[in-house]
Protein backbone atom coordinates (compact mmCIF):
# COMPACT_ATOMS: atom_id res chain seq x y z
CA UNK A 1 0.00 0.00 0.00
CA UNK A 2 1.11 3.21 -0.94
CA UNK A 3 1.70 5.73 1.90
CA UNK A 4 2.19 9.18 1.68
CA UNK A 5 5.58 10.83 2.12
CA UNK A 6 6.35 13.24 5.41
CA UNK A 7 6.94 16.05 3.05
CA UNK A 8 3.65 15.23 1.46
CA UNK A 9 1.45 14.79 4.62
CA UNK A 10 2.85 18.53 6.06
CA UNK A 11 2.33 20.30 2.98
CA UNK A 12 -1.55 19.03 3.02
CA UNK A 13 -1.53 19.26 6.53
CA UNK A 14 -0.67 22.88 6.11
CA UNK A 15 -2.94 23.24 2.78
CA UNK A 16 -6.11 22.58 4.86
CA UNK A 17 -5.40 24.59 7.52
CA UNK A 18 -4.48 27.68 4.82
CA UNK A 19 -8.37 26.56 3.82
CA UNK A 20 -9.81 26.73 7.01
CA UNK A 21 -8.48 29.95 8.11
CA UNK A 22 -9.44 31.58 4.87
CA UNK A 23 -12.78 30.10 4.53
CA UNK A 24 -12.89 31.72 8.22
CA UNK A 25 -11.44 34.94 7.21
CA UNK A 26 -13.74 35.64 4.78
CA UNK A 27 -16.49 34.19 6.95
CA UNK A 28 -15.18 37.31 8.95
CA UNK A 29 -15.29 40.13 6.66
CA UNK A 30 -18.35 38.95 5.15
CA UNK A 31 -19.88 39.04 8.69
CA UNK A 32 -18.37 42.39 9.34
CA UNK A 33 -19.59 44.19 6.18
CA UNK A 34 -23.10 42.66 6.74
CA UNK A 35 -23.12 44.25 10.22
CA UNK A 36 -21.92 47.55 9.10
CA UNK A 37 -23.65 47.95 6.20
CA UNK A 38 -27.18 47.03 8.39
CA UNK A 39 -25.25 50.38 10.84
CA UNK A 40 -25.26 52.62 7.93
CA UNK A 41 -28.94 51.80 6.42
CA UNK A 42 -29.95 52.46 9.90
CA UNK A 43 -28.66 56.04 9.18
CA UNK A 44 -31.16 56.43 6.21
CA UNK A 45 -34.43 55.32 7.87
CA UNK A 46 -36.59 56.76 9.96
CA UNK A 47 -40.27 56.22 11.45
CA UNK A 48 -43.01 58.53 10.00
CA UNK A 49 -45.40 59.48 12.99
CA UNK A 50 -48.50 61.68 12.73
CA UNK A 51 -48.46 65.09 14.61
CA UNK A 52 -49.13 65.77 18.08
CA UNK A 53 -50.38 69.05 18.20
CA UNK A 54 -51.69 71.47 15.69
CA UNK A 55 -51.58 75.70 16.51
CA UNK A 56 -55.41 76.16 16.11
CA UNK A 57 -55.20 74.26 19.96
CA UNK A 58 -52.84 77.60 21.01
CA UNK A 59 -55.03 80.05 19.52
CA UNK A 60 -52.94 80.84 16.33
CA UNK A 61 -53.38 80.74 12.64
CA UNK A 62 -51.45 78.77 10.45
CA UNK A 63 -51.15 78.31 6.96
CA UNK A 64 -50.30 75.37 5.27
CA UNK A 65 -47.29 75.56 2.63
CA UNK A 66 -45.18 73.43 0.23
CA UNK A 67 -41.99 74.31 -0.46
CA UNK A 68 -38.93 72.36 -1.80
CA UNK A 69 -35.65 71.36 -0.65
CA UNK A 70 -33.05 73.96 -1.51
CA UNK A 71 -31.94 71.41 -4.82
CA UNK A 72 -35.30 71.05 -5.53
CA UNK A 73 -34.90 66.70 -4.48
CA UNK A 74 -38.01 66.25 -2.36
CA UNK A 75 -41.06 68.52 -1.31
CA UNK A 76 -41.47 69.60 2.40
CA UNK A 77 -44.57 70.23 3.96
CA UNK A 78 -44.89 72.20 7.07
CA UNK A 79 -47.51 75.56 8.77
CA UNK A 80 -46.35 79.49 8.33
CA UNK A 81 -47.21 81.36 11.70
CA UNK A 82 -47.35 84.89 10.48
CA UNK A 83 -46.04 87.28 13.20
CA UNK A 84 -47.59 90.58 14.26
CA UNK A 85 -44.82 93.20 13.39
CA UNK A 86 -47.34 95.65 16.18
CA UNK A 87 -45.83 93.04 19.05
CA UNK A 88 -42.79 94.42 18.50
CA UNK A 89 -42.45 98.43 19.76
CA UNK A 90 -40.91 100.68 17.41
CA UNK A 91 -39.76 98.54 15.16
CA UNK A 92 -42.29 98.73 11.72
CA UNK A 93 -40.35 96.37 9.95
CA UNK A 94 -41.44 93.25 8.46
CA UNK A 95 -41.38 90.66 11.38
CA UNK A 96 -38.40 88.20 12.27
CA UNK A 97 -39.03 85.02 11.14
CA UNK A 98 -37.83 81.49 12.89
CA UNK A 99 -37.65 78.11 11.53
CA UNK A 100 -37.99 75.20 13.67
CA UNK A 101 -36.28 72.26 12.98
CA UNK A 102 -37.55 68.90 14.73
CA UNK A 103 -35.18 65.82 15.08
CA UNK A 104 -34.59 62.52 13.76
CA UNK A 105 -38.32 59.76 13.71
CA UNK A 106 -39.83 63.06 15.23
CA UNK A 107 -42.40 65.85 13.00
CA UNK A 108 -43.01 68.87 13.47
CA UNK A 109 -45.35 69.22 16.32
CA UNK A 110 -43.35 67.16 18.38
CA UNK A 111 -42.02 68.14 21.89
CA UNK A 112 -43.79 70.96 22.81
CA UNK A 113 -42.78 73.05 19.19
CA UNK A 114 -46.03 74.46 18.91
CA UNK A 115 -46.81 76.06 21.76
CA UNK A 116 -43.20 77.51 21.73
CA UNK A 117 -44.10 78.57 18.31
CA UNK A 118 -47.07 80.19 19.93
CA UNK A 119 -45.01 81.78 22.73
CA UNK A 120 -42.86 83.08 19.80
CA UNK A 121 -46.19 84.51 17.31
CA UNK A 122 -47.30 86.57 20.31
CA UNK A 123 -43.71 87.97 20.95
CA UNK A 124 -43.88 89.07 17.04
CA UNK A 125 -41.99 86.21 15.20
CA UNK A 126 -43.02 84.61 12.50
CA UNK A 127 -42.39 80.90 12.61
CA UNK A 128 -41.88 77.60 9.81
CA UNK A 129 -42.75 74.78 11.08
CA UNK A 130 -42.05 71.45 9.16
CA UNK A 131 -41.56 68.53 8.66
CA UNK A 132 -37.78 67.10 7.27
CA UNK A 133 -37.47 64.61 4.16
CA UNK A 134 -39.03 61.19 5.24
CA UNK A 135 -40.78 62.40 8.44
CA UNK A 136 -44.22 63.33 9.07
CA UNK A 137 -46.30 64.25 5.83
CA UNK A 138 -42.85 65.40 3.66
CA UNK A 139 -41.64 63.83 0.65
CA UNK A 140 -40.41 60.38 0.59
CA UNK A 141 -36.17 60.74 1.02
CA UNK A 142 -33.71 58.93 2.65
CA UNK A 143 -32.57 60.71 6.27
CA UNK A 144 -28.81 61.02 6.68
CA UNK A 145 -28.30 62.19 10.54
CA UNK A 146 -28.37 65.90 9.09
CA UNK A 147 -26.13 65.48 5.70
CA UNK A 148 -29.37 66.00 3.67
CA UNK A 149 -31.38 67.45 5.85
CA UNK A 150 -28.97 70.42 5.49
CA UNK A 151 -30.93 71.37 2.21
CA UNK A 152 -34.51 71.13 3.72
CA UNK A 153 -33.32 73.75 6.54
CA UNK A 154 -32.10 75.79 3.31
CA UNK A 155 -35.17 75.34 1.08
CA UNK A 156 -37.06 76.42 4.46
CA UNK A 157 -34.78 79.43 4.78
CA UNK A 158 -35.69 79.84 0.44
CA UNK A 159 -39.10 79.97 1.00
CA UNK A 160 -38.91 82.85 3.83
CA UNK A 161 -37.17 84.66 1.81
CA UNK A 162 -38.26 84.06 -1.67
CA UNK A 163 -41.77 83.50 -1.14
CA UNK A 164 -43.14 85.34 2.24
CA UNK A 165 -40.43 88.64 1.69
CA UNK A 166 -38.74 88.00 5.06
CA UNK A 167 -34.97 89.98 4.81
CA UNK A 168 -32.22 87.69 4.34
CA UNK A 169 -30.09 88.32 7.92
CA UNK A 170 -33.62 88.37 9.62
CA UNK A 171 -34.09 84.60 9.92
CA UNK A 172 -32.91 82.60 12.79
CA UNK A 173 -33.31 78.95 13.39
CA UNK A 174 -34.57 76.94 16.41
CA UNK A 175 -33.06 72.99 15.75
CA UNK A 176 -33.69 70.02 18.01
CA UNK A 177 -31.30 67.22 18.21
CA UNK A 178 -30.38 66.34 14.51
CA UNK A 179 -32.37 69.21 13.50
CA UNK A 180 -30.25 71.62 15.81
CA UNK A 181 -26.77 69.75 13.71
CA UNK A 182 -28.60 69.97 10.28
CA UNK A 183 -29.34 73.61 11.22
CA UNK A 184 -25.49 74.56 11.94
CA UNK A 185 -24.58 72.96 9.30
CA UNK A 186 -26.96 74.94 7.01
CA UNK A 187 -25.82 77.91 8.23
CA UNK A 188 -22.28 77.39 7.68
CA UNK A 189 -23.59 77.35 3.54
CA UNK A 190 -25.96 80.38 3.93
CA UNK A 191 -25.13 83.87 5.43
CA UNK A 192 -28.47 84.55 5.66
CA UNK A 193 -28.86 82.59 8.29
CA UNK A 194 -28.59 84.93 11.75
CA UNK A 195 -29.03 83.15 14.43
CA UNK A 196 -29.08 79.42 15.84
CA UNK A 197 -30.48 77.73 18.93
CA UNK A 198 -29.78 74.26 19.38
CA UNK A 199 -31.39 72.08 21.24
CA UNK A 200 -29.57 68.84 22.30
CA UNK A 201 -26.87 68.62 19.55
CA UNK A 202 -24.95 66.06 18.91
CA UNK A 203 -20.93 67.30 18.34
CA UNK A 204 -19.76 64.46 16.30
CA UNK A 205 -21.86 61.96 14.10
CA UNK A 206 -19.25 58.92 14.17
CA UNK A 207 -19.39 59.23 17.89
CA UNK A 208 -23.32 59.01 17.84
CA UNK A 209 -23.34 56.08 15.12
CA UNK A 210 -21.45 53.95 17.81
CA UNK A 211 -23.93 55.19 20.62
CA UNK A 212 -26.99 54.11 18.24
CA UNK A 213 -25.96 51.41 17.23
CA UNK A 214 -25.02 50.09 20.69
CA UNK A 215 -28.96 51.49 21.15
CA UNK A 216 -30.66 49.58 18.56
CA UNK A 217 -28.49 46.37 18.25
CA UNK A 218 -27.89 43.44 20.26
CA UNK A 219 -23.77 44.51 19.64
CA UNK A 220 -22.30 45.20 23.44
CA UNK A 221 -21.24 48.86 23.48
CA UNK A 222 -17.48 48.23 23.80
CA UNK A 223 -17.59 46.07 20.22
CA UNK A 224 -19.78 48.76 18.31
CA UNK A 225 -17.13 51.31 17.73
CA UNK A 226 -15.28 48.62 15.65
CA UNK A 227 -17.67 48.38 12.26
CA UNK A 228 -17.43 52.38 12.03
CA UNK A 229 -15.03 52.92 10.09
CA UNK A 230 -16.64 50.16 7.58
CA UNK A 231 -19.98 51.74 8.21
CA UNK A 232 -18.99 55.40 7.04
CA UNK A 233 -17.57 53.93 3.82
CA UNK A 234 -20.57 51.90 3.01
CA UNK A 235 -22.49 55.26 3.69
CA UNK A 236 -20.71 57.03 1.09
CA UNK A 237 -20.70 54.50 -1.39
CA UNK A 238 -23.99 53.60 -1.33
CA UNK A 239 -26.17 56.32 -0.15
CA UNK A 240 -23.70 59.29 -0.76
CA UNK A 241 -23.87 59.96 3.14
CA UNK A 242 -20.54 61.96 4.31
CA UNK A 243 -20.88 60.61 7.82
CA UNK A 244 -17.40 62.54 7.99
CA UNK A 245 -18.92 65.70 7.59
CA UNK A 246 -21.29 64.99 10.55
CA UNK A 247 -19.41 67.29 12.94
CA UNK A 248 -20.88 70.49 14.38
CA UNK A 249 -18.12 70.91 17.00
CA UNK A 250 -16.09 71.53 14.12
CA UNK A 251 -18.40 73.66 11.23
CA UNK A 252 -19.53 75.80 14.44
CA UNK A 253 -16.14 77.77 14.42
CA UNK A 254 -17.15 78.68 10.67
CA UNK A 255 -20.50 81.07 12.00
CA UNK A 256 -19.41 84.46 12.87
CA UNK A 257 -22.09 84.90 15.38
CA UNK A 258 -22.33 83.08 19.25
CA UNK A 259 -24.91 80.74 19.41
CA UNK A 260 -27.50 79.77 22.03
CA UNK A 261 -26.90 76.04 23.13
CA UNK A 262 -29.17 74.30 25.20
CA UNK A 263 -28.65 70.68 26.71
CA UNK A 264 -30.11 68.59 29.61
CA UNK A 265 -27.75 67.63 32.22
CA UNK A 266 -29.96 63.99 31.85
CA UNK A 267 -30.00 63.78 28.27
CA UNK A 268 -29.69 60.02 27.76
CA UNK A 269 -30.19 59.78 24.12
CA UNK A 270 -27.04 62.48 23.62
CA UNK A 271 -25.38 63.09 26.75
CA UNK A 272 -24.64 66.98 27.81
CA UNK A 273 -20.78 66.56 26.66
CA UNK A 274 -21.63 66.86 22.80
CA UNK A 275 -23.50 69.99 23.53
CA UNK A 276 -20.91 71.53 25.48
CA UNK A 277 -17.85 70.81 22.96
CA UNK A 278 -20.60 72.65 20.67
CA UNK A 279 -20.59 75.75 22.79
CA UNK A 280 -16.95 75.80 23.37
CA UNK A 281 -15.96 75.48 19.62
CA UNK A 282 -18.92 78.31 19.02
CA UNK A 283 -18.22 82.01 18.96
CA UNK A 284 -17.22 83.89 21.65
CA UNK A 285 -20.56 85.03 23.54
CA UNK A 286 -22.51 81.44 22.81
CA UNK A 287 -24.55 80.63 25.77
CA UNK A 288 -24.59 77.24 26.84
CA UNK A 289 -28.24 76.70 29.40
CA UNK A 290 -27.63 73.18 30.86
CA UNK A 291 -31.29 72.20 32.69
CA UNK A 292 -31.58 69.99 35.00
CA UNK A 293 -33.58 66.51 35.13
CA UNK A 294 -35.32 66.90 31.71
CA UNK A 295 -34.83 64.88 29.13
CA UNK A 296 -33.87 64.17 25.56
CA UNK A 297 -35.02 67.59 23.86
CA UNK A 298 -37.27 68.21 26.47
CA UNK A 299 -35.87 71.38 27.99
CA UNK A 300 -38.64 73.81 27.03
CA UNK A 301 -41.25 71.33 28.17
CA UNK A 302 -39.83 71.24 31.29
CA UNK A 303 -38.70 74.78 32.13
CA UNK A 304 -41.04 76.77 29.31
CA UNK A 305 -40.99 80.12 30.99
CA UNK A 306 -37.36 79.93 31.59
CA UNK A 307 -36.59 78.50 27.72
CA UNK A 308 -38.61 81.09 26.13
CA UNK A 309 -37.25 84.08 27.67
CA UNK A 310 -33.10 82.88 27.09
CA UNK A 311 -34.92 81.82 23.45
CA UNK A 312 -36.40 85.56 22.63
CA UNK A 313 -33.42 86.97 24.23
CA UNK A 314 -30.76 85.29 22.06
CA UNK A 315 -32.98 86.25 19.07
CA UNK A 316 -33.77 89.82 19.82
CA UNK A 317 -30.06 90.60 20.00
CA UNK A 318 -28.98 88.88 16.68
CA UNK A 319 -32.00 90.84 14.77
CA UNK A 320 -30.10 93.65 12.62
CA UNK A 321 -30.06 96.87 14.01
CA UNK A 322 -32.13 99.57 12.28
Not at 233 to 245: F, K, N, P, S, T
Amino acid sequence: MHRMSWPRRLWAGRTRRWIAAGTLGVAVLATYASISFLIAQGLTRADRDPQEDHPARHGVIAEDVEFRSRGGDVMLSGWYLGGDPAAIPGDDRAPPAVVFVHGLNSVRSAHGAVELAARLVDLGYAVLLFDLRGHGSSGDAPVSGGYFERWDVLGAYDYLVDERGHAPGDVGVIGFSMGAASAILAAAIEPGIAAIVADSPYASATELLAREAARETPLPGWLTPVFIPATELLADLVYGIDVGALEPQRVVARLAYPLLVIHSAADRRIPVGHGERVAKAARAGTVLWTTAGAGHVDSYTAFPDGYVERVAAYLAERRPAR
